[in-house]
């Protein structure tokens, strides 16, 4: 709750970023591609609503289209039946750069979907980029508001590879099976 507290703070959200979903998307080359969804409720994981995407309309490895399609599935649930069973999140993390950010940023917009915060956290330097500026927040490594980041950030990598690794290894072992 502390380092939810202190991302609103660093970050300048408008809202206490209660429900924070985060997407990667995990793929060889453009193959088996799929995106994952990992859901934090103040600050701790809600294993129970995280989500595994199979993308389906984008050709080759594009990271910005494939998160894109994700996101539109994502986002499309919001005022059906199927929020209760998807609420709507108070904070959106990309597993990414200010290009994943930007793919995603074009969804929101057309969407016109302005009372859910979007960040994206950057690999490399652990840097944080939010929609209020060009330039990225530095956050303190030893920051607890940062580990919190990078918790969900690692989970949903890790839940992205582990389904993209059950799929792929089923499709190598028909392709195996086939050729016997």
């Given at each position: 709750v502390n ?10 959200l ?5 429900r ?7 793929n060889i080359s ?13 600050g701790?994981?809600d ?5 595994r995407f199979?993308i ?5 490895a594009?990271?910005f289209?494939?998160l ?5 599935r ?6 059906t039946?199927?929020?209760e069973k ?5 904070l959106i ?12 940023k074009?969804?929101?917009?057309g969407?016109?979907v ?7 956290l ?6 944080v ?8 927040v530095?956050?303190?490594h ?5 580990k ?11 839940f992205a ?10 499709r190598?072992?028909q392709s195996i099976?086939?050729?016997i």
């Amino acid at each position: 709750v502390n380092a939810c507290k202190r991302l609103q703070e660093l970050l300048s959200l408008k809202r206490y970023p209660r429900r924070m979903e985060c997407y990667d998307i995990s793929n060889i080359s453009g193959v088996d591609k799929v995106g994952s969804m990992v859901v934090f409720i103040d600050g701790e994981a809600d294993r129970n609503s995280y989500r595994r995407f199979r993308i389906k309309t984008v050709e080759g490895a594009n990271d910005f289209a494939s998160l894109q399609e994700v996101l539109t599935r994502r986002l499309d649930k919001l005022g059906t039946d199927e929020e209760e069973k998807f609420p709507r999140p108070d904070l959106i993390i990309i597993d990414g750069g200010k290009g994943q950010l930007s793919a995603v940023k074009e969804i929101f917009d057309g969407r016109d979907v302005g009372d859910i915060e979007l960040i994206s956290l950057a690999k490399r330097e652990e840097e944080v980029f939010t929609l209020y500026s060009d330039e990225s927040v530095m956050i303190s490594h030893r920051d607890y508001a940062l580990k919190t980041l990078q918790r969900i950030r690692d989970e949903a990598h890790r839940f992205a590879i582990t389904y993209f690794r059950n799929i792929h290894s089923k499709r190598n072992l028909q392709s195996i099976l086939t050729e016997i």
